[in-house]
């Protein structure tokens, strides 16, 4: 028999990572009681956790480099972390909302460290950005070099101690088992990163050319072979502007949610699945609702029974 699968949403109000900082609204705005029902007719349970607070820690005014930012950038991903490990140690799959991709930094941290997996846990990332960027390098992005540009290098060892040291001090992930996929805006120095440290990158092009199934299924075999789980974070910038124009670091071009969103769907109800976060979602920008109806079709998608075990009406 199949064990009923437990959700827990989170949301990371936090825009400290990013110059444009009105991300921090984005998880205040999805519709708890639309999706609630719709994942519990899948027979998901779901608790909702609701926000951090981390907005709340300053004001904007008067942080307004990111230097000035760090402290709340380090206490939001502490939260995070902190919260994940409880997630998961309670039988939850935790699911981040975010709040800018800094998040990804205590999604993960805390996933590992709930997992007692350094180095064995694998990771899809869906972005336009590769988010690369080490510290050292960071004042060369093209968003103004903000701490949402850092997370990869953060998880694999490489960067600010308040951010590597978050869930313990080990080395989080290998970056063997990390996929970037739809992969379009970056920085030189972002891609001798990626290259240096083996990180597969399934560049925009390559993902329209074969496929998006294709290249996820490849992209998983990577994440598990070899690890004892993995995870989804996705940066709805990967999505084509047309579908989810609320995003912090808009582009001119994405995938489409017709083609992704079959190839995701039910993944949770792979064992090895431990965690999710969708990041970078401001709904200052949004138009007619788009981009949040996007954020929960993904989750239901996620978190769906395969098609032919939806139950049907009598």
Known sequence: MEQPIKLEVIGYDCGWGSQDYLCEDGPAVISADNLLHKLR??????????????????????????????????????RLS???????????????IGGDHSSAIGTWS?????LKTPRKFGLLWLDAH????????????KWGGWWHAQ??????????????????????????HISLIGVHSFEPEEEAFVKK???????????????????????????????NGFGLSIDLDFFDPSEAP????????????????????????????KAMEIAEFNPHKDKNDKTRILIEKIIENVFSRPAKEVPTKS
């Open 246 to 273: 609320g995003v912090s670091a808009p582009e001119d071009k994405g995938m489409s949610s017709a083609e992704v969103l079959p190839v995701i769907r039910a993944i949770a109800r792979n064992p090895m699945f």
């Open 82 to 96: 902190n919260h994940i490990k409880l997630s998961i140690d309670n039988g939850y799959i935790p699911v981040v």
């Open 151 to 176: 997370p990869i290098s953060a998880l694999i060892g490489h960067g600010l101690p308040e951010f590597i040291n978050i869930g313990g001090t080990d080395v989080k992930l290998d970056p063997q």
């Open 41 to 78: 007719y899948q027979g998901v349970e779901t608790k909702w956790r609701g926000t951090l607070g981390i907005k709340f820690l300053g004001k904007h005014d008067l942080l307004n480099t990111k230097e000035k930012t760090l402290p709340l950038v380090e206490e939001g991903l502490k």
């Open 197 to 227: 440290h083996n990180i597969r990158v399934y560049h925009l092009e390559e993902v329209i050319q074969r496929g998006f199934k294709e290249v996820y299924l490849e992209a998983l075999n990577r994440a598990t072979k070899g690890t």
């Open 130 to 141: 590769m988010d690369a960027h080490t510290y050292k390098t960071s004042h060369k992005g």
């Open 110 to 114: 805390g996933t590992v460290a709930a």
